[in-house]
């Protein structure tokens, strides 16, 4: 009889420690399955919320992208002459009313493109040179590009625009001259008479922009007045100018590292 307990108590001793892994491994199997389960479902949702997110964000970016971004740079365009001083002249057209129309037209196409840019006048009115510089110094430009007209009056088949840099010939000034004029013979169809020291009348001087800025200037003498096809290029024609001169400027500041 003795023996006989014994064993019942045995198997059931057994059949309790079976039941209780038999449970123990159904609530592993509650807590940890179906718990992986339920919380890659949420993992999954979260990632379609993100990428659905992302790919709002993607377009709006992309219907922003027409938005001029704001690059922290500022151009000073300085428009020659004014006022009383109306420049060279040919016919009814005048130098500073050219100078002005030019300024304006590539200060819009340089703005779009998220560039602010400083003018030294934005009418026809006096400026001198000091107050001309005193803006651009005061404004903290990178660069001054100044926009004048030649004349050759006794020979009106002469053209092309040239630039004029101080006699120092400040590499950047080069530069910036050498893209200007290469995208106004590529865009506009300009003669590119290349990059000069000095003035016009004395290799040895100096215009009071490219002397007196903090900044890298150049003087564009955007063609003669005296030639036809170069008057017509700064006039009626004059769009495909001011993109060549805006452009010449982005490309500089592209080798600048600054746009």
Not at 96 to 115: C, F, N
């Amino acid at each position: 009889m003795k023996s006989h307990r014994t064993f019942r108590i045995d198997k059931i001793f057994g059949l309790a420690t079976l039941i209780s892994i038999i449970v123990m491994a159904i609530m592993i199997y509650n807590d940890y399955f179906k718990g992986t389960v339920d919380i890659s479902g949420v993992f999954g949702k979260d990632s379609q919320e993100e990428t659905r997110t992302s790919e709002y964000l993607n377009d709006k970016s992309t219907e922003q992208s027409t938005e001029p971004e704001n690059h922290g740079i500022i151009i000073c365009l300085d428009a020659a002459k004014g006022g009383s001083e109306s420049g060279l002249t040919s016919g009814s057209k005048k130098e500073k009313d050219i100078t002005l129309d030019m300024a304006v037209a590539v200060k819009t196409k340089l703005e779009t493109r998220g560039i602010k840019v400083v003018m030294t006048r934005e009418s026809d009115k006096d400026v001198s040179e000091e107050t001309r510089t005193k803006i651009c110094n005061e404004s903290g430009a990178f660069a001054c590009v100044s926009l004048r007209m030649n004349s050759y009056s006794t020979d009106t088949s002469v053209s092309g625009a040239e630039s004029y840099i101080h006699t120092t010939q400040p590499s950047q000034a080069a530069e910036l001259s050498r893209n200007i004029l290469s995208n106004m013979e590529k865009t506009a169809g300009i003669k590119n008479r290349g990059v000069k020291v000095g003035t016009v009348s004395d290799t040895k001087d100096n215009y009071y922009i490219n002397a007196h800025s903090k900044c890298n200037s150049c003087i564009i003498d955007m063609g003669f007045i005296t030639n036809a096809s170069d008057l017509k290029r700064v006039t009626t024609e004059k769009d495909k100018t001011a993109q060549a001169i805006a452009d010449g400027i982005v490309d500089y500041l592209r080798q600048a590292g600054l746009y």
